[in-house]
């Protein structure tokens, strides 16, 4: 069946703008998260979204960052007045109910780069 | 989430099977055993995962001791498409549980 879809896979924009960030999860996963990764590093928690519930935002790095979940599928991440030091690869991943073994499954990312 | 040591990389030979060990000598017992790999320019991907029995699926076996402090993947022959970095996380398996991958295996399969 059809993975995580992201987009766009590229993006490349001046600091000072906005951005927004989409993720696709697969189907029926209840559970969606961001994450970004930086070149050579490891993967950086940003926010969880479960079901209804509230999302875990713990990892947000600012108030510039914000997500929604609209109808508990489709995921946009928004950075507001960019920065250079948010140039990173943002990977989304699903996984299904939390009722089953919690494996996450991720999209191929996006590339934000912040001139 | 228990700590786990991995060697930074390894070489194979193409077809041959690649053994990528995983210590993780303080997990408790209800934490599971998960590998991921991630090749360049792409999203980590689920491998295998697994609690005390050993396991085995399409891509991959995991092989993990009777005291569970260490464990093996094993990519049975491996392929020039396999060259990727392999983690090995130690979590819980809870839903919010958050991925926090190490420095991993770099595995380069040579023709």
């Known amino acids: 069946g059809a993975g995580v879809s992201q987009s766009p896979s590229n993006k490349v924009t001046e600091k000072g703008k906005d951005v927004e960030l989409r993720c696709d999860p697969i189907?029926?996963?209840?559970?969606l998260y961001w994450y970004r990764q930086s070149l050579g590093q490891g993967l950086e928690f940003l926010i969880y979204?479960?079901?209804?519930?509230?999302?875990?935002k713990s990892g947000l790095p600012s108030d510039r960052f914000s997500a929604e979940r609209t109808g508990g599928s489709v995921s946009t991440l928004t950075i507001q007045r960019t920065q250079q030091e948010d140039s990173a690869v943002y990977l989304c991943?699903?996984?299904?109910?939390?009722?089953?073994?919690?494996?996450?499954?991720f999209g191929p990312g996006t590339r934000l780069l912040v001139l | 989430d228990a700590k786990t040591t991995q060697p930074p990389s390894m070489d194979c030979a193409e077809g041959r099977a690649a053994n990528l060990p995983c210590n993780h000598s303080?997990?408790?017992?209800?934490?599971?055993v998960y590998w991921y790999r991630q090749i360049h320019s792409q999203g980590p991907q689920y491998i295998i995962h697994?609690?005390?029995n050993n396991e085995t699926n399409e891509m991959a076996s995991l092989i993990i001791t009777e005291d569970r402090k260490s464990s093996t993947l094993i990519l049975p022959h491996a392929t020039l498409r396999d060259t990727a970095v392999y983690y090995c996380?130690?979590?819980?398996?809870?839903?919010?549980?958050?991925?926090?991958f190490g420095g991993g295996t770099r595995l380069m399969v040579k023709p």
């Open positions: 697994g609690l005390k």
């Open positions: 996380i130690v979590r819980v398996n809870n839903a919010g549980n958050m991925l926090t």
């Open positions: 991943a699903s996984s299904p109910d939390r009722a089953t073994q919690e494996t996450q499954y």
């Open positions: 189907s029926g996963h209840t559970a």
């Open positions: 979204f479960q079901g209804n519930s509230a999302p875990d």
């Open positions: 303080t997990i408790s017992g209800n934490e599971y």
